[in-house]
């Protein structure tokens, strides 16, 4: 069965240092790794996926992760934060039991940045 | 490009009330369907997806229902709601497995 802990359910950054949003993932397959963005009362966003090409993953708005199979790892980071990245941030597996298509979400890391 | 639409955005209704949201894709043949629910500082739930027309999967007892009456179209339903369905109601789509999901804009349910 597929799973995915994100390490912090919160973080806190001043604009303009670097971001480390850590996710490990626990899966028998190959898995599809996604991590997503949510703004206040808002839709999810993605910002980037893993599907078993390269192994440093970019995305969109400066984001990038890197799957590590070694360690179950896929961290998001980011070299400089803005004010704009305060959010909450989803790692996710996907599901490969099936072809429902259906997502495991972590619990979300809520990204808090300070001017 | 692919596009989805859910309404109504906001929806404030009393308990024992009936509940219908609506969720459009546009852009795609044949998505997979699904709804999820967020509470207040929560993570997301998975509440029912659907692979193709009439074809819904429930993943946790409730209140509520959904149907498929289009290949595009999904819809959460309930006969009655009670407090506890207040949330944020997400819709979303794929492609099919491993691949990712595509969410709506959200629709803020408040039962009073």
């Known amino acids: 069965a597929q799973s995915v802990t994100q390490l912090d359910s919160h973080v806190s950054v001043s604009e303009g240092t670097p971001v480390l949003l850590r996710c490990n993932y626990s899966?028998?397959?190959?898995?599809?790794l996604f991590w997503y963005v949510q703004h206040p009362n808002k839709g999810l966003q993605l910002l980037l996926k893993?599907?078993?090409?390269?192994?440093l993953v970019k995305g969109i708005n400066g984001f990038e992760a890197e799957f590590k199979k070694s360690e179950t790892s896929f961290h998001l980071t980011k070299p400089s934060a803005h004010m704009s990245d305060a959010a909450e941030y989803f790692c996710?597996?996907?599901?490969?039991?099936?072809?429902?298509?259906?997502?495991?979400f972590g619990q979300g890391t809520t990204l808090q940045v300070k001017p | 490009s692919q596009t989805i639409h859910q309404w109504p955005a906001t929806l404030v209704q009393p308990v024992g009330s009936p509940l219908s949201l609506e969720c459009t894709v546009e852009?795609?043949?044949?998505?997979?369907l699904y709804w999820y629910r967020q509470a207040a500082g929560r993570g997301l739930q998975l509440l029912f997806y659907?692979?193709?027309?009439?074809?819904i999967s429930s993943e946790v007892p409730q209140n509520l229902s959904a149907s498929r009456p289009q290949d595009r179209q999904f819809i959460l339903s309930s006969k009655k709601l009670l407090l506890s369905d207040s949330g944020f109601y997400l819709c979303?789509?794929?492609?099919?497995?491993?691949?990712?999901?595509?969410f709506g804009p959200g629709t803020r349910l408040t039962v009073l």
């Open positions: 979303a789509w794929s492609g099919g497995a491993g691949h990712e999901q595509f």
């Open positions: 659907s692979v193709g027309i009439g074809q």
């Open positions: 852009g795609t043949s044949n998505p997979n």
């Open positions: 899966s028998s397959y190959s898995p599809s």
């Open positions: 996710v597996v996907s599901d490969q039991s099936g072809n429902t298509g259906k997502l495991i």
């Open positions: 893993y599907t078993s090409a390269a192994t």
